[in-house]
Every structure is written in C-alpha cells, then in structure tokens.
C-alpha cells in the first residue's frame, strides 16, 4: 500500500492543556497520547510524517528515529500545519491525516477508512461519531439528502448548528492531487484566526467533489483530549479497558479495578491475583499464579510462574524466576536476576546482582554488583561495600554459603563454595571453600566491673 502516507498532526501547543509539555506527549496509562497514534498506524507499514512545532525538539526526542519530521514554523491552524508538510505528501497518492490527540483510533478503523476512501474514489473521506454531548468538537453538517457540505469549529457554530449531534474526529484520509490543489486556497477568517483544515470540504463541495465519510460505534476511539480534564477521563477509562480485558479474556483476578494500575503494554497470566495499588509499568511480563501487593510497584521487568510479591516492593528492571517471594518492602533496582525459588525479604534493598536458585536474603541488607550462587543463607544485616568512592566492585559468594548476621563483604571479595562468615565480621579478603571466616574484635569480659561500678555510684550518693 505504498501509494498512502500518514501524516500526523503534533505541532499544537495545547493552550487548553496549561503546559510546557507538546500535548501530545502528555500520558495516558504511562505512554504518551502519540505513541498510541503511531501504534495505531505502524502496522501498515507505510511512510509516516509528523508535523512538529511547539518544542518539537522534545517529540523528535520522545519518539526517535522513523518518521520524517516536518517543522511548522507558527501553529496557526491545522490546514496550515498539513500545508507545511506538502514536500512530504506530495510524493503518495494518498495521505491519511491525523490529530496526534486522538490517542484511541483503532487500526481497524483506519483501515476501513482507507478502504472506503480507495473503493469510493472520493478526494476527503472523514470519520465522524455520534455524541451525546459534542462539546468542542468540529459539527458535520449534511445536506437533506445526508451529503456533507461542511464542517463547521464548535466556536464558529450558530445555535442551531451546536444542536448537531455528528462530530469530525479529525481524521481524514486525502487524494493528494486535491490537496495538493487547494490547500493554498485555505483562508483564515474564522473565530480563531487561523487555517481550518476541515474547510477543504466546503472547497471540495464548491467544485462537486466527493466527499465520503465512515463512522464509529465506540465515541471513546475519536475522544480528542484537549485538557487535563479529558485527560483523566481517558485515563480512567482506558485503564478500566485494560484491566477488563486482563480479567475476562486473561483471566487475571483483580481485587478492586479502580485501584489497580497496569500498562496497555503489560502481560499477565492466568491465575494471578493483583492487590489494590499496584502499578504495572512499562513492558512487565508477569506469569500466571501468582500473587501481587498490596502497594507494590512493578517496572519493565519479568516475573516468572508463581511469583509472591508481598506489600510495599518496588521492582524496576529486574527477572525474577518461578516460585521466589519478594518483600515485604523490598527494593529492586535494575538489572538485578532472582533465580528459581530464591526469597529477598523485607527491607532488602538489591541492585545489579544474580541471586541463585533458593538463596535467601530475609531482613535488612543491601546487595549490589554480587554474584550469589545456589542456596545460599545471607543474614540479617548483611551488606556489600561495593563502592570504593571511585568504581563498583563485585562480590562473589559461592553455593551453599552461610554469611553471618552483619557481615561486611568489602568488594573485589569472593567467599568460596559451602564456607561461613562469623556475625560482626568485616570480610576484606577471599574466603577459601568450606572455611570459616571471622574478622572482628576478640571479645573480653571484666568480670565484677558492673558491681564495682554500681558500688562507687552507692558510696557517691550516701
Ligand atoms: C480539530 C478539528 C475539529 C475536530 C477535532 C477532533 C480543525 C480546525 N478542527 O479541532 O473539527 O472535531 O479536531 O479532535 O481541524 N495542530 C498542529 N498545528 C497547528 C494546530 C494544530 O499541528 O497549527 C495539531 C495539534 O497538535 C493537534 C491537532 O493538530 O494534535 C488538532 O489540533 P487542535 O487544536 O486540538 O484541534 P481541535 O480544536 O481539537
Ligand atoms: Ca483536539
């Protein structure tokens, strides 16, 4: 289909947004209202162009390479925004137009749209919806006989035409030998002062072209968010989207959905039971059974089958395998691998380290940049000292290990296979396999101090 282009519209400040921040870029379930857009339209594998404007720099960064970026020097109008980028379009036959704040445009929907445009032969085919309330949004207005004539802005509307239930979702698909006939004729004589694009109807009924249009079922797929408001109305209901779609179709058990938080691009098996405030971030994969939160925060990171993850864990970036428990409160920073079976517990904080299959550090230490092999026991209080000021170091612990209570492990140090670390002791060279290591004060008791002590005190007050 290499004869239609996508070209999407993000130039827009969003004055109605109050905002530093493009509007586009602003999140819905944690991803940004134009990487929804683009998701939509990747699977076509078409050219896709963006028109940036208003702190462009920050989309162009947002979204990386792939797209041609068009810069549209003022934002003053989307007509004048799809002028802009006619270098771009003119080089297709077609060009599908769309607002980079309408985040919930299905890919079906699209492709019905393309299909009726190419099948009907039209120069603009629109998407339109019917809404209860069509506050804001561009009005359709037909003929008697049901043709479009024009498109008329909520701020332009008479009274009669605000009555108008049908609204533009702001989405078109274009021949661009029309486009790229009249989009110069396009005047700026409007409430807004600025280029509407949806006047191209009124040129194209003006010289009897034809204009077709498709509809849409679901008012939520053309919800364009102009402010915060909408914004969390979109949020909410997507959210209520996903964590539908996780207990019906994934089966995925959710004490109470309202307060539950998961990406649209998370994973969840079957069987898995979520907590109130959970957050399910990112690209997070969790398998089935197992057990999450309360109040746990999970961050692009792999859980495995049968996974407990108690109350007050935070997880970025991390694997952790089948049949390991987590928490409560507990601290997993990046790169950080729980294998099989393996238990970090409560105010363990682990960062950059492979804990192995049915090892277990329960209470209070920190791990960082260490290597711990299989069923390993790590005391209380146990922490690597893997800075020196300068670099990280690493920390090896070989399988079948007893660390002490309070063991300092002062890194590059190794402890070797099946040896043990006294409680108290500050490690700061390898301990051979099957040995004992103690480093810390010799312990001395004065017998009878306390008495005498007490004695003098008696003698002082008397
Ligand atoms: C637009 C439509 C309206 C439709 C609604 C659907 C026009 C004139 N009106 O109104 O009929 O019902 O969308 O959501 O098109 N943009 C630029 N450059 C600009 C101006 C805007 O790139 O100079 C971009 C914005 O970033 C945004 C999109 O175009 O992504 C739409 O602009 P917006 O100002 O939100 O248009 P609406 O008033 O919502
Ligand atoms: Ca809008």
Redesign the pocket.
């Known amino acids: 289909m290499n004869e239609i282009a996508f070209l999407i519209?993000?130039?827009?400040k969003?004055k109605r947004m109050k905002s530093s921040l493009p509007?586009?870029l602003h999140k819905i379930c944690g991803k940004t209202m134009l990487s929804y857009v683009l998701d939509a339209v990747k699977p076509f594998g078409c050219d896709i162009g963006i028109?940036i404007?208003f702190n462009g720099d920050l989309v162009r960064k947002e979204i990386g390479e792939g797209p041609f970026y068009i810069t549209?020097p003022k934002?003053?109008?989307?007509g004048?925004?799809v002028r802009v980028a006619k270098d771009f379009w003119q080089r297709y036959n077609n060009v599908v137009v769309l607002?980079?704040?309408?985040p919930f445009l299905s890919s079906d929907t699209l492709k019905r749209l393309i299909e009726s445009h190419l099948q009907e032969d039209n120069v603009i085919t629109l998407i339109t919806a019917f809404l209860d309330t069509p506050t804001?949004?561009?009005r359709i207005v037909r003929d008697e006989k049901g043709n479009i004539v024009k498109?008329v802005?909520e701020k332009d509307a008479s009274y009669k035409e605000k009555e108008i239930r049908e609204?533009?979702?702001?989405v078109y698909c274009f021949d661009t030998g029309f486009l790229k006939e009249n989009i110069d004729r396009l005047v700026s004589d409007n409430a807004q002062g600025?280029y509407?694009?949806?006047d191209l109807v009124k040129i194209a009924v003006l010289n009897s072209l034809k204009i077709g249009s498709i509809s849409v079922e679901d008012n939520f797929e053309i919800m364009?968010i102009?402010d915060r408001k909408a914004l969390a109305e979109a949020e909410r209901e997507y959210r209520r989207r996903i964590n539908e779609r996780l207990m019906l179709e994934k089966g995925v058990t959710i004490i109470d959905p309202q307060m539950t938080y998961i990406s649209p691009d998370a994973e969840i098996g079957k069987d898995t039971v979520i907590y109130p405030m959970v957050f399910i971030e990112g690209r997070s994969v969790i398998g089935e059974g197992c057990i999450i939160g309360p109040n746990v925060r999970i961050v692009n990171s792999f859980i495995g089958n049968n996974v407990v993850i108690r109350e007050n864990v935070v997880i970025e970036g991390s694997r952790i395998g089948d049949g390991c428990e987590v928490g409560p409160f507990a601290y997993l920073r990046p790169e950080t691998i729980l294998d099989e079976s393996a238990y970090v517990g409560k105010f363990v904080e682990v960062k950059k380290s492979f804990i192995g299959k049915g090892s277990k550090v329960p209470h209070l230490s920190y791990i960082g940049d260490a290597t711990i092999g299989e069923r390993v026991n790590v005391g209380a209080g146990t922490i690597t000292c893997n800075y020196d000021g300068v670099k990280k170091n690493p920390t090896f612990i070989e399988d079948d290990v007893f660390i002490g209570s309070d063991t300092m492990l002062v890194a590059p140090v190794r402890i070797g296979r099946g040896a043990f670390t006294g409680a108290g002791s500050v490690i700061t060279k390898d301990v051979p396999p099957e040995s004992l290591a103690i480093a810390r004060a010799k312990q001395v008791n004065i017998e009878g101090w306390a008495k005498k002590r007490r004695g003098g005190e008696e003698k002082k007050n008397g």
């Not at 607002?99 to 309408?102: C, E, P």
């Not at 609204?167 to 702001?170: C, F, L, M, Q, R």
């Open positions: 519209l993000a130039a827009g969003g509007k586009v028109v404007g549209q934002q003053a109008g989307t004048d925004a607002a980079g704040d309408v804001g949004y561009g498109i802005e609204v533009n979702a702001g600025e509407y694009l949806t364009g102009n």
